[in-house]
């Protein structure tokens, strides 16, 4: 059988062929490949232009750490930006094209930017387009650097997530690793293995028979938490199939943690050190082993250790062209050179490229022998159509440093290793940096330092370094910020070596005295699909609902979240506006009646003999003299004095108290009273119990409100007399337990009407039914939000903030009345607390008929300040229609009848008038009706 | 993300608690100067090593305990219940 392309050595015959696009062209592979060794396989030199000067460049490597070739990967909805072609395994049908080219691949007009490079220097950004403002540069950069195409529609693609324990987790499925795993499974351990790619032995290797072995294949280990949490990103191999998740995030939590991680090779740094054809001697090797691919027809291999020998062996006895090795060291060991003789291979000592030729594609390399100091002698070429290059291995440290393991760099190893152990670590294998023999040079000591990159992606060169070194950067940290060394979908995994090395060859220093960069998660990139999980749309966070939902749904309601809960805002009828209707509703309970679902109020019970005391330690108000089947208005501080909740505090029994709070407050205030019941005071005898969704709440408001209620027959006497504004009754109503409050937020005559929640829709249908003589209506927060601005009644969060406190809304006085202790007590006597010009609630009458803009700013005549207040809420009087709102105003109660400018997006839009926050029925009569 | 050792519950992931500051602050007299109290309200240590906090167990068993976290390494040193002190309370603080 020919092989599918003419780089491929040979194919067994069973491997069945693959096609698949690159850039439109139909290219065919064989089943096993990646995209990138296809492309090799087919002669694709130049598969990707960088970042900056757009060279071409070729693939560098042969896995997770290819800084080149980066390349779009499906389309529309489906399309993945930066995908590294080494780690994309083809499949039938596979789209795949280059980002950065305009307007192809093979002739991109921006290269031109090469050719005036040195205008293109480290800061090059930060220093030309600074005037008049970076924003109006940026987009046309942006096109300009070629990020990929972002995905055109929602994510159509599942995700999952899983939490999973361990005794051991062995991360780097190599022989090292599977060593490990296997070791560790002997005396009955939980083993987790993960592996980026295919497990050696593939699904059926005897590991997966393992009981107490797992085995995770096309898992990245991405990112090492607190406490042995690693988290892995699973791939499902194959096509994109929306039946199943494309990947899978796992959380682990492990006992100890094997890093079987191996190690990265690096590169050498040498003038035009980028050009197509330039690879990573162990890339070569694994195209070679695993796909049967010649990197090229005539090989130079370069190396600085004995790594590169096995590779130029093993091409030769492939019978590949291995023209000749060029080592930077002086002595490479004896029997490798016997061996490369053996081979008919040359071996250059003590020699590096110094330079290369050829532009999308190598043509030869200029090489020179080292001397003293940074002279050469003896400079040559060779022609080749590959350079492989070797500068020594890095241990993958990433998850030991993001562990909180300590590296130092080694000056004979020529990489950083781990400098002292780690308590939950255990590193093995190639990972544990030995073995790689003598180290030697492996930085060109001439040629032109702007065309010798240090960083491929991102086209940082051995020059940026030095400019930042000349500018004053002397910190690692700031010379990678400066020049963005390390910064790119690689996060510096090729170059890190010989990039410290530049920088202490710059700075005049030894590479072991500087530290390194952060390593941060994640190890390899991951799609934001995998970190967000099944946690998107409707997912993404509970809704909660009142027991009267589906009812409110069906009758037309609008939705709208209110804090945790969806609660309807109106109760739109055909055509009208959210608006319109909100003025309708309100119509309507002020001149009939209408009812809302109050479920989502806070309720709280408090039971155990001590449970007024206990409450009265947290209200402003004195619940001392608080009496059975009475409620109380009160407020609820911070210990800062800061106004937290509000509600009402209703006596059930000897000892038994029911509070409620604001309905998005009733988590926080269960939360705040267990925490003070637990932590400050055991001693008083009382536990509380959230009760919020044990009750239906329906508020009847309106005139008709006691004759629709009177209808349904409650177990008590409903007369303003005996039941007034604020009282309470513990009663019977449908044949079952009701708690009925006389409270008003709307401002008219009012039942809160409590029932079981199974039984709120009965509540909610017999009241519509009984109030159908009186027109009833629903309505929705809109309206109620509204008519309890025209009444002066604050909403906590919206008229108060982080900073109020009781005098600013006016309850100064019950505040210091009261004589015994409660939280947030001490706090209103300190200085910031009582001082004069504080912000404090006032109503404003806007002057014209313009509405008072929520948010806007106010102005005192002849004030200095740059505000003196802001407008909390606002609307038209649904008696008059005339603008009012109420607003915080600096010493407020001082100013009225006062006249204010309002300021909204910076422009004076109107005038109002200070007056006091209570806008209709400010006797109260009707809700004491 | 901590593991922390619920002294009701055992170990649960971090997600499970919520974190109430330090422990063992003690809050003065009513009668106390306004800067001795707006110390009490805003001042906290942030020492390097051993520290002793508040932390309720939220989604579990709701109930609040201490815990001495070195602030180096995010080791759990102990747990102990509210009311109890740390043997070594006073070098923690």
């Known amino acids: ?23 439109g062209r139909v290219v065919s592979g064989i089943d096993g490949d990646t995209v990138a060794s296809a492309l090799l396989a087919n002669g694709f030199r130049v598969v990707s232009r960088s970042f900056k000067f757009h060279r071409p460049r070729g693939i560098f490597s042969a896995g997770y750490e290819e800084p080149n070739a980066l390349v779009q990967v499906h389309s529309g909805e489906y399309a993945i930006a930066c995908a590294r072609a080494t780690q994309i395994p083809l499949s039938t049908g596979l789209e795949v094209s280059s980002e950065v080219g305009w307007p192809s691949l093979s002739f991109d007009a921006l290269r031109a930017i090469d050719l005036v490079h040195s205008v293109f220097a480290a800061g090059f950004y930060n220093k030309t387009f600074i005037w008049p403002s970076w924003h109006i540069y940026e987009p046309l950069i942006r096109k300009l650097a070629g990020f990929g195409r972002a995905p ?58 393992l009981e107490n072995l797992r085995v995770l294949p096309r898992t990245a280990a991405v990112a090492y938490y607190d406490h042995n949490l690693v988290t892995l990103a699973e791939t499902f191999a194959g096509r994109v199939d929306a039946r199943r998740p494309r990947e899978r995030l796992w959380l682990v939590r492990a006992g100890r943690v094997v890093l079987a991680t191996g190690a990265i090779e690096q590169p050498l740094v040498f003038s035009n050190n980028d050009r197509p054809g330039i690879m990573l001697a162990g890339a070569a090797l694994k195209f070679l082993k695993v796909h ?143 073995g790689f023999g003598e180290i030697g040079e492996r930085l060109s000591p001439v040629g032109n330092t702007a065309r010798q990159w240090v960083d491929l992606r991102h086209d940082v060169t051995v020059a940026d370094i030095e400019l930042a070194v000349r500018e004053n950067f002397t910190a690692v940290e700031h010379i990678k910020r400066y020049t963005t060394l390390g910064m790119s979908v690689d996060q510096g995994k090729v170059g890190q070596a010989p990039g410290i090395e530049v920088i202490a060859r710059t700075l005049g220093r030894r590479p072991s005295e500087l530290g390194h960069t952060t390593f941060r998660p994640p190890f390899v990139p991951v799609t934001l699909g995998t970190m967000v999980g099944r946690n998107v749309g409707d997912l993404y966070a509970p809704y909660r609902r009142s027991p009267l939902y589906a009812l409110q749904a069906s009758a037309g309601a609008f939705f709208e979240d209110f804090g945790e809960w969806q609660r309807p805002a109106a109760f739109p009828r055909a055509g009208a506006s959210r608006r319109e209707t909100m003025t309708r509703e309100v119509k309507q309970v002020r001149s009939g009646v209408g009812l809302y679902d109050a479920s989502p109020l806070g309720k709280i019970e408090l039971i155990g003999p001590d449970a007024l005391e206990f409450a009265d330690r947290f209200y402003i108000s004195n619940l001392a003299t608080l009496k059975p089947e009475r409620a109380r208005y009160s407020i609820m501080l911070r210990e800062t004095g800061i106004i937290f909740d509000d509600g009402t505090v209703v006596v059930l029994g000897p000892d038994r108290v029911l ?161 015994s202790h409660y939280i947030g007590k001490r706090s209103l006597a300190l200085p910031e607390n009582v001082r004069p010009d504080r912000l404090q609630l006032i109503g404003l009458e806007g002057v014209g008929a313009a509405a008072l803009p929520v948010g806007s700013h106010l102005h005192l005549r002849g004030s200095s300040e740059a505000t003196d207040g802001w407008i909390t809420s606002a609307g038209a009087l649904s008696t008059d229609g005339k603008p009012v709102a109420m607003a915080m105003l600096r010493a407020g109660r001082r100013q009225m009848d006062k006249v204010v400018t309002v300021h909204d997006a910076g422009r004076v839009v109107m005038t109002a008038r200070v007056v006091a926050p209570m806008f209709y029925d400010p006797s109260g009569a009707r809700m004491n009706a | 993300m901590l593991n922390i050792p619920c002294p009701y519950c055992g170990p649960r992931t971090e997600t499970e608690f919520t974190y109430g500051g330090p422990s063992h602050v003690t809050r003065p007299e009513f009668k106390s100067t306004d800067i001795e109290w707006t110390h009490y309200l805003y001042h906290r240590e942030n020492p390097k090593g051993p520290y002793c906090e508040r932390w309720l167990h939220s989604f579990g068993c709701g109930r609040w305990f201490n815990a001495m976290r070195d602030t180096t390494t995010h080791e759990i040193l102990k747990v102990y219940l509210l009311g109890e002190t740390s043997q070594i309370d006073e070098g923690a603080r």
């Open chain 1, 1 to 23: 059988m020919s092989a599918p392309g003419p780089y491929r050595l040979k194919v067994s015959a069973d491997a069945p062929p693959v096609k698949f696009r690159f850039d």
């Open chain 1, 152 to 209: 055109t529609g929602p994510d159509p693609d599942r995700y999952e997530s899983r939490n999973a324990h361990c005794d051991v987790l062995v991360i780097g499925g190599g022989t090292a690793g599977v060593a490990a795993a296997r070791t560790a499974t002997a005396d009955g351990r939980r083993v987790i293995l993960a592996e980026y790619g295919d497990i050696p032995g593939g699904d059926g290797s005897p590991l997966h028979k």
């Open chain 1, 292 to 434: 049967g691919i010649a990197t090229g027809r005539q090989v130079v291999v370069a190396t600085n250790n004995d790594s590169a020998y096995t590779v130029a062996r093993e091409l030769r006895r492939a019978g590949v062209n291995v023209i000749a090795i060029v080592d930077s060291r002086e002595s490479p060991p004896d029997e490798l050179l016997k061996e490369m003789s053996a081979l008919e291979i040359a071996v250059h000592k003590h020699c590096m490229p110094i330079d290369t030729q050829g532009f999308s594609a190598l043509k030869g390399v200029t090489i020179a022998t080292l001397g003293a100091g940074r002279d050469v002698t003896n400079i040559r070429k060779i022609a080749c159509d590959a350079l492989l290059v070797s500068g020594g291995w890095s241990p993958t440290m990433h998850l030991f440093a993001q562990a909180g393991g300590k590296l130092k760099f080694s000056d004979t190893s020529r990489t950083f290793e781990p400098a002292a152990a780690h308590p939950s670590i255990e590193i093995v294998g190639s990972a544990m940096g030995t």
């Open chain 1, 659 to 819: 509070l409620t709070t604001t309905s998005t407050g009733a988590w926080r205030v269960a939360q705040w009273l267990e925490e003070w019941r637990q932590c400050e005071w055991p001693e008083l005898r009382v536990v509380v119990a959230s009760v919020t969704d044990q009750w239906a709440t329906v508020a009847l408001t309106g005139q008709h409100a006691r004759t629709i209620l009177k209808r349904l027959k409650p177990d008590c006497d409903l007369s303003n007399a005996v039941f007034p504004h604020l009282s309470f009754r513990a009663t019977r109503l449908l044949g079952g337990e009701a708690r009925i409050y006389r409270v008003s937020f709307s401002g008219e005559l009012t039942y809160e009407i409590n029932v079981p929640a199974h039984k709120g829709s009965a509540l909610w249908g017999s009241l519509l039914e009984e109030g159908r003589f009186f027109g009833i209506e629903p309505f929705g927060v809109d309206a109620l939000l509204h008519m309890r601005m025209e009444k002066g009644f604050i909403h906590v969060g919206a008229d108060t903030d982080g900073t109020t406190v009781p005098d600013d809304i006016g309850f100064g006085r019950p505040a210091a009345a009261k004589q």
